[in-house]
């Protein structure tokens, strides 16, 4: 996950003098659009994962029903500044030699010779028909926690690409004022930084083919 060496306080007050709005907006606006920004990037654009070893549970039958057995996503400790991962943010499970894909639990109980994983409220469960290991190694896509305005926080971008940031903040603020024009301008500009982030990436990755495995 990147960490700029800019602050998010420093961002807002940035954004605010970018855009000549009286009265002022609320910081908690500028919070709120950063935090949908680093959380859409972080989930379509930047590809960033990390794995976790967790404990796989086992329930009792309930009425002659046999249950799933489950992991908890909860039991995943995240490094500070990541959020915890959801249902949504898994790639893929393994467990022993065995890759589970994910599908949900219609799926699972007609393609029960299936190895896969399904969402089940606080749990995920886990169905594969050589039975299940007592672990399995869980890989998902790693988001940066939600920005609160505390002291210290820096924005989650690398920091070549902080004015896309900034341009989707200020375009944010001028669509809120009913300033349509200048919010247009404003999110023109961040659409260019956006393409150029996505190119950035790319790049990157490919820099890595042959090597990565």
Do not use: H
Request: with cysteine; hydrophobic share 40%; proline share 3%.
């Amino acid at each position: 996950m990147f960490e700029s060496s800019m602050k998010v306080s420093d961002l807002i007050e940035l954004a605010k003098d970018s855009s000549d709005i009286a009265p002022d907006i609320d910081s908690d606006y500028f919070l709120l659009w950063l935090n949908s920004l680093e959380g859409r990037l972080y989930t379509s654009i930047i590809k960033d994962y990390e794995s976790a070893v967790c404990e796989v549970y086992a329930e009792k039958e309930e009425e002659g029903a046999a249950r799933l057995p489950y992991f908890k996503l909860d039991d995943i400790a995240v490094s500070q500044g990541q959020s915890q991962p959801r249902f949504c943010d898994i790639a893929f499970v393994l467990a022993e030699e065995d890759q589970l894909v994910k599908t949900d639990a219609g799926a699972a109980a007609v393609f029960t010779d299936k190895s896969s994983f399904y969402s089940d409220g606080a749990k995920v469960r886990l169905l594969r028909a050589r039975g299940m290991p007592e672990t399995v190694t869980v890989v998902y896509r790693v988001r940066p926690a939600a920005k609160t305005g505390a002291a210290g926080e820096k924005v989650s971008l690398p920091d070549e690409f902080l004015p896309l940031a900034l341009d989707f903040l200020t375009g944010s603020a001028y669509a809120l004022a009913g300033e349509d024009g200048q919010a247009a301008k404003w999110l023109e500009r961040y659409n260019v930084e956006l393409d150029d982030l996505i190119e950035w990436l790319t790049l990157a990755d490919k820099k890595f083919e042959g090597v990565v495995k």
